[in-house]
């Protein structure tokens, strides 16, 4: 008993150790300075970029997306809509997903997340350039309403992106795990890793080098129409999703090919 308390603790110390330091890249971003401040793994504040002030917003920590984070993403997000017409806005995501517990379902956490969802794309509509950056842990729905919604959606090498492990994916869908595998070695769409989304376009790019630049050039070249089908079409990623949308919007048949 004494021996699988000292291992549990040494995976937990892992697991901490393990996560990535939020400040430390925060001044590898943000060199020109920052006013970013943590609470409950929850951040937001200010930085300079390339001279310009941005709004941040994110989490750290690997927590939950749930209706308090999520919540405080969309107030911060509101208020620079109000207070600050056109400032860009960069979201840091390090998140497990969405909050699994009975209050926040009870809560109808689903509304808060399509709250946020609203709420990033007003800022998006008033002009907004919008940016995510996944720079630890990126899963589930925490992802889907917060750097995958961004106008450009980036991540470090080191990331973990997925929407749900191959064992769990394996017992949802019936399929047996060593065929998911498989299945993974060629398909992105079963695969976990930044290389693989970037494949399917969900993923802009894999930053290396100076994360600053990397971050400059992005706002820069930030676009609000959603390019990410066709990306993936060209990366050889997702390879119906944009025959699905042209077949659908020109009303024509889909040739099977």
Known sequence: MQQNTSNNSSAAAAAVSAQVDWRALAQQ?????????????????????????????????????GIEIA??????????????????????VDTQGQRLRHRDEMLGINSYMA????????????????????????????FITSGLIADAC???????????????????????EERLTELAKSNPVFAPGPENYQRMGGVAGI?????????????KDAEPTD?????????????????????????TPLAAR
């Open 29 to 65: 971003l943000f060199p020109q300075g920052h006013q970013i401040e943590e609470r409950d793994f929850f951040l937001s504040g200010s930085a300079q970029v390339d001279g310009e002030t941005v709004t941040v917003v994110g989490t750290t920590g690997h927590t939950p997306i």
């Open 71 to 92: 919540l405080a993403q969309a107030k911060t997000i509101l208020n620079t809509v109000r207070e600050h017409p056109g400032r860009a806005i960069v979201i840091l």
């Open 115 to 142: 709250h946020l969802g609203k709420c990033v794309e007003l800022a998006r509509r008033s002009g907004h350039r919008i940016v995510g950056l996944v720079y630890d842990q990126a899963l589930s729905g925490g």
């Open 154 to 176: 980036y991540a470090l090498p080191e990331a973990t992106i997925r929407v749900m492990g191959l064992p769990a994916m394996a017992r949802i869908t019936k399929v047996a």
């Open 207 to 219: 930053w290396r080098g100076d994360l600053a630049q990397a971050l400059a050039t992005a706002l």
């Open 227 to 251: 390019q990410r089908a066709s990306v993936g079409q060209e990366r050889g990623g997702r390879r119906w999703a944009q025959r699905v949308i042209d077949a659908v919007a020109n009303d």
